[in-house]
Each structure stands twice: as C-alpha cells, then as structure tokens.
C-alpha cells in the first residue's frame, strides 16, 4: 500500500490503483465512524469490519435488506475493494496500517474496553468526516453508508458476523483463509 505523499516519483504511465493508496481506505474508514458509528464511534474492531463489508459490497447488502427488511435496494455489482476471509468472517489485512496511519494523524482514537476495541474520531477528524461527507467525489460511498447504518448500525460486530455466515455461507464462510471474497 502506498501513501499518495510517497508517490511523487510514481511514473506517470503507469496506471495508479486506488485501492493501493493508503489515503483511499483512510477517508472511507473515517466516514464509516462518522456515517455508521454513534456520536462517531464505532465498538469493536469486527463491527467495523463488518460494517465496512457491507459498504464495500453492495450486491450483498442489497441481498441483506432484502431478507431483513423485504426490501429492495438498489445496487451496483462493483466492489470497489475486495476483502478476504478471515477467522470472523470479510478482512482487510491492511485494517491495522490504516488505523495506525488514522491514529499517528490524531483523526481518530482507539481505546481498549476488556477485549473491545472501540474506534472514536477525533475533533479534527470530524471535521475531515464532513468535508468528505459533502465532497461529491463521494456521494455514491456515502449513499451507500447511510443504507448501511440504517439497517445495520445499530447492531453489534457479533450479530453482523452471524449474519454474513447465515446469509453468504457460499460466498464468504465456506471460502478458506485469506481467500478473497468476490
């Protein structure tokens, strides 16, 4: 993964990959505990993974409203960054070097409750939560996390994971580790 600071010497032929760039899954981490997150915190490390699953793949969360709510949501079948199976359910293994580049910047902070991390943002990152909020580059992410939070926000990473393997046990539980989820 590559920070965009990092890339001044990047070649101009070669195409650049957002989902390569670390600054790409910090915005969306950010919005996720803005958007989805109460008062801008998110509890557990596995909620936001879970959270982030259902934002990042819309075909299955349309799926999921569809069996929770019998409601039909509009979906684009493109994922815009894949994650892999993991031990509870959809990963992204670059999770820790976002979090960490998100904390070292002061936008957001981790504290430990027992086993529970809870993810809060900052003062600063709020306000980088807003501008990206009403930034138009990403109005279809945001779209798409308001549809996450009211169906799914407001439970716990435990019911989420449960949930993925009740719903996808094809797609996502029967894969092996660190397989891709596609």
């Known amino acids: 993964m590559k920070s965009l600071k990092n890339l001044a010497n ?14 790409f899954h910090a ?17 557990g490390l596995t909620k936001m993974a879970k959270l982030d699953f259902f934002i990042r793949y819309p075909e299955f969360f349309a799926f999921a409203s569809q069996v929770l709510e019998n409601k039909v949501v509009p979906s684009k079948e493109h994922v815009e960054s894949y994650m892999v199976r993991y031990h509870y359910g959809p990963w992204d293994q670059r999770y820790y070097h976002v979090l960490a580049y998100l904390e070292a910047r002061q936008l957001i902070q981790v504290m430990k409750d027992n086993k529970t991390y809870n993810l809060t943002l900052t003062k600063d990152g709020n306000k980088i939560a807003k501008e990206l909020e009403n930034d138009d580059n990403y109005l279809d992410l945001v779209m798409q996390m308001h549809m996450v939070s009211k169906l799914l926000g407001n439970k716990n990473g435990a019911y989420l994971k449960n949930l993925i393997y009740k719903l996808f046990d094809k797609r996502v539980g029967s894969l092996s ?4 989820i596609k």
Do not use: K, Q, W
């Open 27 to 43: 915005a969306r981490l950010i919005l996720l505990l803005h958007i989805c997150g109460t008062n801008d915190m998110v509890n």
């Open 10 to 23: 990047y070649p101009f032929s070669l195409p650049l990959i957002a989902d390569e760039i670390l600054e």
């Open 177 to 180: 580790l660190g397989e891709p």
